[in-house]
Protein backbone atom coordinates (compact mmCIF):
# COMPACT_ATOMS: atom_id res chain seq x y z
CA UNK A 1 0.00 0.00 0.00
CA UNK A 2 1.33 3.33 -1.17
CA UNK A 3 0.71 5.56 1.85
CA UNK A 4 1.99 8.27 3.55
CA UNK A 5 2.90 6.65 6.93
CA UNK A 6 3.83 8.01 10.09
CA UNK A 7 4.93 6.09 13.29
CA UNK A 8 5.02 7.12 17.10
CA UNK A 9 6.89 5.53 19.92
CA UNK A 10 3.43 5.35 21.72
CA UNK A 11 -0.46 6.17 20.92
CA UNK A 12 -0.10 9.92 23.06
CA UNK A 13 2.80 10.95 20.42
CA UNK A 14 0.65 9.45 17.36
CA UNK A 15 -2.66 11.37 18.39
CA UNK A 16 -0.60 14.40 18.82
CA UNK A 17 0.96 14.16 15.25
CA UNK A 18 -2.12 12.83 13.83
CA UNK A 19 -4.24 16.56 15.49
CA UNK A 20 -1.20 18.80 13.92
CA UNK A 21 -1.64 16.88 10.85
CA UNK A 22 -5.67 17.71 10.26
CA UNK A 23 -4.93 21.54 11.59
CA UNK A 24 -2.82 21.61 8.89
CA UNK A 25 -4.59 20.12 6.49
CA UNK A 26 -8.02 22.50 7.91
CA UNK A 27 -5.70 25.31 7.91
CA UNK A 28 -4.99 24.63 3.86
CA UNK A 29 -8.10 24.79 2.87
CA UNK A 30 -9.04 27.76 4.40
CA UNK A 31 -6.95 29.67 2.91
CA UNK A 32 -8.96 29.19 0.23
CA UNK A 33 -12.46 28.95 1.03
CA UNK A 34 -14.78 30.48 3.90
CA UNK A 35 -15.58 27.14 5.53
CA UNK A 36 -13.76 23.09 5.58
CA UNK A 37 -15.50 20.01 6.84
CA UNK A 38 -14.45 17.65 9.19
CA UNK A 39 -15.81 14.03 9.55
CA UNK A 40 -14.84 12.42 12.34
CA UNK A 41 -14.74 9.06 14.05
CA UNK A 42 -15.28 7.41 17.74
CA UNK A 43 -13.59 4.88 19.69
CA UNK A 44 -11.49 5.15 22.66
CA UNK A 45 -8.10 5.86 20.63
CA UNK A 46 -8.50 9.29 19.36
CA UNK A 47 -9.93 11.03 22.68
CA UNK A 48 -6.13 12.37 23.20
CA UNK A 49 -6.20 13.52 19.48
CA UNK A 50 -9.72 15.43 20.35
CA UNK A 51 -8.49 17.05 22.68
CA UNK A 52 -5.21 18.34 21.06
CA UNK A 53 -7.18 19.64 18.68
CA UNK A 54 -9.80 21.75 21.17
CA UNK A 55 -6.81 23.03 22.78
CA UNK A 56 -4.92 24.94 19.66
CA UNK A 57 -7.41 27.95 19.54
CA UNK A 58 -8.27 26.91 15.93
CA UNK A 59 -11.17 29.10 14.23
CA UNK A 60 -13.48 26.42 14.72
CA UNK A 61 -16.17 28.88 13.03
CA UNK A 62 -15.05 28.52 10.06
CA UNK A 63 -15.36 24.34 10.18
CA UNK A 64 -18.37 21.66 9.61
CA UNK A 65 -18.09 19.01 11.73
CA UNK A 66 -19.85 15.43 10.50
CA UNK A 67 -19.44 11.81 11.81
CA UNK A 68 -18.35 8.96 10.02
CA UNK A 69 -20.34 6.86 11.85
CA UNK A 70 -22.36 6.26 14.97
CA UNK A 71 -23.46 3.82 17.55
CA UNK A 72 -27.55 3.88 17.55
CA UNK A 73 -27.69 5.00 21.45
CA UNK A 74 -28.58 8.10 22.77
CA UNK A 75 -26.19 11.36 22.64
CA UNK A 76 -25.57 11.13 26.28
CA UNK A 77 -24.66 7.22 26.14
CA UNK A 78 -21.25 6.65 27.02
CA UNK A 79 -20.96 4.52 23.73
CA UNK A 80 -21.83 7.56 22.10
CA UNK A 81 -19.31 9.00 19.29
CA UNK A 82 -21.38 12.29 19.38
CA UNK A 83 -20.63 12.04 23.46
CA UNK A 84 -17.29 11.59 23.14
CA UNK A 85 -16.25 14.29 20.75
CA UNK A 86 -18.75 16.79 22.24
CA UNK A 87 -16.54 16.03 25.49
CA UNK A 88 -13.43 16.14 24.52
CA UNK A 89 -13.94 18.97 21.22
CA UNK A 90 -17.22 20.44 20.93
CA UNK A 91 -17.52 22.08 24.33
CA UNK A 92 -13.41 22.59 25.44
CA UNK A 93 -13.48 24.00 21.83
CA UNK A 94 -16.59 26.11 22.16
CA UNK A 95 -17.63 24.78 18.71
CA UNK A 96 -20.51 26.95 17.24
CA UNK A 97 -23.83 24.57 17.83
CA UNK A 98 -24.62 25.55 13.94
CA UNK A 99 -22.20 23.67 12.46
CA UNK A 100 -22.23 20.33 14.17
CA UNK A 101 -23.82 17.97 12.02
CA UNK A 102 -24.47 14.63 14.52
CA UNK A 103 -26.09 11.08 13.23
CA UNK A 104 -29.13 11.04 15.67
CA UNK A 105 -28.80 7.75 16.93
CA UNK A 106 -31.65 7.68 19.57
CA UNK A 107 -34.18 7.52 16.84
CA UNK A 108 -35.01 4.40 13.88
CA UNK A 109 -31.41 3.70 12.59
CA UNK A 110 -32.87 3.77 8.88
CA UNK A 111 -34.72 7.31 9.63
CA UNK A 112 -31.24 8.25 11.30
CA UNK A 113 -29.65 7.60 8.29
CA UNK A 114 -31.98 8.28 5.79
CA UNK A 115 -32.05 12.41 7.88
CA UNK A 116 -28.31 12.35 7.85
CA UNK A 117 -27.63 11.81 4.05
CA UNK A 118 -30.85 14.77 3.47
CA UNK A 119 -28.26 16.86 5.58
CA UNK A 120 -25.35 16.19 3.63
CA UNK A 121 -26.76 16.41 0.81
CA UNK A 122 -28.18 19.88 1.59
CA UNK A 123 -25.00 21.06 2.89
CA UNK A 124 -23.14 19.92 0.03
CA UNK A 125 -25.97 21.28 -2.53
CA UNK A 126 -25.59 17.91 -3.66
CA UNK A 127 -27.42 16.58 -7.42
CA UNK A 128 -29.05 12.89 -7.33
CA UNK A 129 -26.03 10.78 -8.36
CA UNK A 130 -23.16 13.43 -6.58
CA UNK A 131 -21.19 11.80 -3.56
CA UNK A 132 -20.04 14.66 -0.67
CA UNK A 133 -16.20 15.39 -0.78
CA UNK A 134 -15.17 15.80 2.97
CA UNK A 135 -12.07 18.30 3.42
CA UNK A 136 -10.56 16.10 5.64
CA UNK A 137 -11.80 12.58 7.13
CA UNK A 138 -10.47 10.93 10.59
CA UNK A 139 -11.12 7.44 10.53
CA UNK A 140 -9.69 4.43 12.56
CA UNK A 141 -9.45 0.59 12.16
CA UNK A 142 -10.83 -1.93 14.73
CA UNK A 143 -9.03 -5.05 15.12
CA UNK A 144 -10.78 -7.02 12.42
CA UNK A 145 -10.02 -4.21 10.35
CA UNK A 146 -13.31 -3.02 9.90
CA UNK A 147 -13.57 0.78 9.18
CA UNK A 148 -16.38 3.34 10.09
CA UNK A 149 -18.97 0.95 10.42
CA UNK A 150 -17.80 -1.18 7.54
CA UNK A 151 -17.36 -4.49 9.34
CA UNK A 152 -15.90 -7.77 7.23
CA UNK A 153 -18.60 -9.62 5.29
CA UNK A 154 -20.72 -6.76 6.01
CA UNK A 155 -23.02 -6.14 2.35
CA UNK A 156 -22.73 -2.32 2.90
CA UNK A 157 -19.04 -2.80 1.80
CA UNK A 158 -20.42 -3.27 -1.65
CA UNK A 159 -22.76 -0.55 -1.61
CA UNK A 160 -21.26 2.59 -3.69
CA UNK A 161 -24.28 4.12 -4.41
CA UNK A 162 -25.68 5.90 -1.23
CA UNK A 163 -24.08 7.95 1.12
CA UNK A 164 -24.92 6.43 4.61
CA UNK A 165 -26.77 3.55 5.58
CA UNK A 166 -28.14 1.49 9.00
CA UNK A 167 -26.13 -1.46 9.65
CA UNK A 168 -26.67 -4.18 12.76
CA UNK A 169 -23.33 -5.38 13.95
CA UNK A 170 -24.22 -8.51 15.93
CA UNK A 171 -21.04 -8.68 17.51
CA UNK A 172 -21.92 -5.47 19.81
CA UNK A 173 -25.84 -6.58 19.56
CA UNK A 174 -25.71 -3.09 18.26
CA UNK A 175 -27.51 -1.47 15.47
CA UNK A 176 -25.15 1.28 14.22
CA UNK A 177 -25.37 4.05 11.19
CA UNK A 178 -21.93 5.00 9.23
CA UNK A 179 -21.11 6.73 5.97
CA UNK A 180 -20.56 4.07 2.97
CA UNK A 181 -17.71 3.60 0.69
CA UNK A 182 -18.05 6.01 -1.89
CA UNK A 183 -18.27 8.87 0.93
CA UNK A 184 -15.34 7.20 2.54
CA UNK A 185 -13.18 6.78 -1.12
CA UNK A 186 -14.49 10.47 -2.34
CA UNK A 187 -12.51 12.07 0.60
CA UNK A 188 -9.79 14.95 -0.45
CA UNK A 189 -7.71 13.87 2.91
CA UNK A 190 -7.94 10.89 4.90
CA UNK A 191 -6.33 10.98 8.09
CA UNK A 192 -6.53 7.55 10.03
CA UNK A 193 -5.56 7.37 13.54
CA UNK A 194 -4.28 3.47 15.00
CA UNK A 195 -3.13 2.34 18.14
CA UNK A 196 -2.44 -0.11 20.43
CA UNK A 197 -0.82 -3.97 19.86
CA UNK A 198 -4.66 -5.36 19.29
CA UNK A 199 -4.75 -3.20 16.24
CA UNK A 200 -1.25 -4.64 14.75
CA UNK A 201 -2.29 -7.80 12.91
CA UNK A 202 -5.21 -5.37 10.84
CA UNK A 203 -2.65 -2.99 10.30
CA UNK A 204 -0.38 -5.74 8.72
CA UNK A 205 -3.22 -7.55 6.65
CA UNK A 206 -4.68 -3.62 5.20
CA UNK A 207 -0.75 -2.78 4.12
CA UNK A 208 0.50 -6.25 2.79
CA UNK A 209 -2.50 -8.19 2.10
CA UNK A 210 -4.06 -8.23 -1.46
CA UNK A 211 -6.95 -5.48 -1.99
CA UNK A 212 -10.30 -7.18 -0.31
CA UNK A 213 -12.33 -4.66 1.25
CA UNK A 214 -14.71 -7.41 2.01
CA UNK A 215 -12.61 -8.74 4.45
CA UNK A 216 -10.50 -5.88 5.47
CA UNK A 217 -13.13 -2.93 5.00
CA UNK A 218 -10.05 -0.65 5.88
CA UNK A 219 -8.45 -0.73 2.58
CA UNK A 220 -11.39 1.11 1.32
CA UNK A 221 -9.85 4.69 0.30
CA UNK A 222 -9.94 7.00 -2.48
CA UNK A 223 -8.07 5.88 -5.28
CA UNK A 224 -4.31 5.47 -5.30
CA UNK A 225 -4.53 6.45 -1.69
CA UNK A 226 -4.77 9.84 -2.42
CA UNK A 227 -4.49 12.12 0.92
CA UNK A 228 -4.30 8.80 2.87
CA UNK A 229 -1.83 9.47 5.82
CA UNK A 230 -1.60 7.04 8.51
CA UNK A 231 -0.52 7.61 12.16
CA UNK A 232 0.47 4.65 14.03
CA UNK A 233 2.17 3.86 17.34
CA UNK A 234 5.24 1.33 17.62
CA UNK A 235 2.70 -1.18 18.93
CA UNK A 236 0.60 -0.93 16.12
CA UNK A 237 3.24 -1.11 13.52
CA UNK A 238 5.23 -3.78 15.08
CA UNK A 239 4.44 -6.25 12.16
CA UNK A 240 4.81 -4.19 8.91
CA UNK A 241 7.87 -4.91 7.27
Not at 36 to 61: I, Q, Y
Amino acid sequence: MNVARFTARDALAAADASAKHILSLLESTLADREFATLAVSGGAGPRPMFLNLAASRFEWSRVHLFWVDERCVPPTDPASNYKLVNESLITPAHFPAANVHRIKGEIDPKTAAAEYTADIRKFFGLTADAFPQFDVMHRGIGPDAHTASLFPGNPLVNDHEGIAGATFAPQFNQWRVTLLPAVLAAAHHTVLLVTGEEKQEAVRNVFQEEYNPLKYPAQIAPPQNRGVTWFLDDKAAALLD
